[in-house]
């Protein structure tokens, strides 16, 4: 049984202390017996000649993040002669082990050269200096149960009663190096088999997402479904929403594009007539599709309108009697009292950090001037719409500011591959019950 004894008074056992058995030639002391603890000071930042030609290094916890390997020489600032006799701070000599004791606790290294450190430590300068590698070594292990003796409100600290406290399993000098030289030559294969641990982490965080994107880019070039030659091709659609289209100009429904773009094949190439010029747009098809699929603009196969402003106190948390969703950039904001939408609609966020982000909305709501409503024509699959919209990735469209933005007549430029209308059904049937499957993973 390990006993203690302190003084003059009588040995005392620790064994509800002592963590684990060691080796009979091993022996347990406490870290205050193997040297002297320091604690750290900061001269007044007041006090220019405290950091006036300063060419002392000078350590705070916050150095310590950026600290790689075993050894630190120096941090961002340094105190002068007179900063070091004026205050707290204590000069230790090259092997002093420095042990950050708060904001937060356990950074910890050896000293290459004479430093001193803030009040953020508590440090050790050892009796034997030949201790510090092990000593190094053995507080990284003990780290976790020395921040359980930490305390404090504001913040967490370990004292520097509690730190000498600590005890430490010390076996003889050689036997020392020898776990010193093992654990160094372990190092390496350590750093790789954590760095390969988190890579996997990674991947098996982001797989799912990965996956969905990589489904849903299959599905924008025609490669999830098989084509059906009895469809009816995608150029039939596009020339139906054009007769629609029109037909509601006509009738002052809507008004007219005045560049309407109208996107053709010809010689195996791609061709858009725009103001009654046609040009070669071969550079600008990003990747190919099926026979049965055409290339459009966005705003030549939808029709796309921004919602109206609301003031914010009109909009409640809360759903009550007679209330309808509101529509912002990024979603559902709250309900209000009016709507100024009803159907079935894509919805674009077109303000903020995720603006291009893609939502959907059925039945009476209310769109505010961040939500742009995508209007779909001659029976084009809604659900379809949203996927691929969201596909696109709108967000990289938007302007460069500190408030990042879409302009509506920059969306309706971009390109859409459009495939036929009973392939769009498909497309959607397959990717949802794909992305199900994704979900269980």
């Not at 300063?54 to 630190?72: E, S």
């Not at 594009?257 to 791609?270: L, M, Q, W």
């Not at 009654?276 to 966005?298: H, L, N, Q, T, Y």
């Not at 029976?379 to 996927?387: D, F, I, P």
Request: glycine share 8%.
């Amino acid at each position: 049984m390990p006993y203690e004894k302190i003084g003059e008074g009588e040995p005392v056992c620790i064994a509800d202390e002592v963590p684990f058995e060691i080796p009979e030639s091993w022996e347990w002391v406490r870290l205050s017996f193997l040297g002297e603890i320091v604690g750290g000071g900061t001269p007044k930042t007041s006090d220019r000649e405290s950091w006036a030609n300063a060419t002392i290094p000078w350590l705070t916890p916050a150095d310590m993040k950026y600290v790689t390997g075993k050894y630190v020489s120096h941090g961002e600032r340094a105190i002068s002669e007179y900063g070091l006799e004026h205050s707290s701070a204590q000069l230790m000599p090259a092997g002093s082990i420095l042990y950050s004791s708060r904001a937060p606790i356990g950074y910890i290294a050896i000293s290459g050269n004479s430093i001193c450190t803030n009040q953020g430590f508590k440090s050790l300068v050892p009796v034997i200096p030949d201790l510090n590698d092990y000593l190094y070594y053995c507080l990284i292990t003990l780290t976790p149960s020395i921040q359980a003796r930490a305390s404090g409100t504001t913040f967490k600290e370990i004292s520097r009663t509690e730190f000498g406290k600590t005890l430490i399993p010390i076996p003889p000098l050689k036997e020392q190096k020898r776990i010193v030289t093992k654990i160094e030559d372990a190092m390496p294969g350590v750093e790789q088999y954590s760095e390969r641990a988190n890579t996997l982490t990674r991947l098996n965080h982001d797989f799912p997402d990965s996956l969905k994107k990589s489904i849903l880019q299959w599905a924008v070039q025609g490669k999830l479904v098989p084509q059906d030659p009895n469809d009816e091709p995608a150029s039939v659609l596009l020339e139906r929403i054009r007769a629609e289209k029109g037909h509601l100009i006509r009738k002052g429904k809507i008004k007219r594009d005045k560049h309407e773009s109208v996107i053709f094949r010809r010689d195996n190439s791609y061709y858009e007539k725009v103001d009654g010029i046609e040009r070669c747009i071969d550079a600008e098809i990003p990747f190919d599709v099926p026979e049965s699929w055409s290339w459009s603009r966005i705003g030549a196969m939808f029709l796309l309108q921004a919602g109206k402003n609301i003031k914010g106190s009109e909009i409640c948390d809360h759903s009550f009697p007679g209330s309808v969703p509101c529509y912002g950039g990024n979603g559902i904001r709250g309900y209000v009292g009016i709507a100024n939408r009803d159907g079935d609609y894509p919805i674009i966020g077109r303000q903020g950090a995720l603006c291009g982000n893609v939502n959907r909305a059925s039945g009476t709501f209310y769109a505010t001037e961040h939500a742009v409503c995508v209007e779909t024509f001659s029976a084009t699959n809604v659900s379809w719409a949203c996927v691929f919209l969201e596909a696109l990735n709108l967000n990289q469209y938007a302007t460069a500011t500190a408030q990042p933005g879409l302009a509506v007549s920059k969306i309706n430029t971009v390109l859409i591959p459009i495939p036929p209308i009973d392939e769009q059904q498909r497309i959607v049937d397959r990717l949802y019950g794909l992305i199900k499957q994704i979900e269980k993973l």
